[in-house]
């Protein structure tokens, strides 16, 4: 799969109005993030300019900082409003569903049905019908799940699906007609 412009972890170059320094402190934080240290992401943060703090790539390492500290309440009302903003981003639809799914009183089909709503949105995106096979198979519905992994394939490509999908746990109940799924 390729990381378009559109769902990109990584903050854009400055653009007029943007300080380099906010720039250099959004990406800090991103980098305190790969190292695990959600802290002192958080800290990089306080730091940013208020007009900065606002922009839609520091709600998405706010997002990270609290998926990395397992906060899925606040995880998941910070994505629920990023598709309210910005309902044209597929990565805020798959971070409100990854909420979801680990949210107390949410859960994997309010994942599910999160995710299917934004299917039809991206036609491109691999990642949306992926997961929605994942949450399929953790449902038991495993003939969905496979419906769901094939067109996940056809936006991506067999090979690269398939060798996701025989390491995911959340696909181990087809794993074994997985192996030459594709080949």
């Known amino acids: 799969m390729t990381i378009d412009e559109d769902t990109s972890p990584y903050p854009p170059e400055p653009k007029p109005g943007i300080e380099t320094s906010d720039v250099f402190t959004l990406?800090?934080?991103?980098?305190?993030?790969?190292?695990?240290?959600?802290?002192?992401?958080r800290k990089e943060l306080q730091t940013l300019t208020p007009e900065v703090a606002q922009l839609p790539e520091v709600h998405g390492v706010q997002w990270s900082i609290l998926a990395q500290e397992k906060n899925w309440a606040e995880a998941e009302e910070l994505a629920r409003d990023q598709v309210s903003d910005q309902p044209d981003n597929a990565a805020n639809w798959i971070n409100w569903a990854y909420a979801l799914r680990r949210a107390d009183g949410c859960g994997i089909r309010m994942a599910y049905d999160t995710l299917r709503e934004a299917v039809d949105r991206f036609p491109k995106e691999s990642t949306i019908p992926y997961n929605l096979?994942?949450?399929?198979?953790?449902?038991?519905?495993?003939?969905?799940a496979w419906r769901w992994l094939g067109i996940a394939a056809d936006r991506s490509d067999h090979k690269t699906i398939r060798k996701m999908a025989l390491r995911d746990d959340d696909l181990s109940a087809i794993h074994d007609q997985l192996t030459d799924w594709g080949a």
Do not use: F, H, V
């Open 27 to 41: 990406r800090s934080a991103m980098g305190w993030l790969e190292l695990g240290m959600p802290a002192e992401a």
């Open 133 to 144: 096979a994942c949450y399929c198979c953790r449902l038991e519905e495993l003939e969905e």
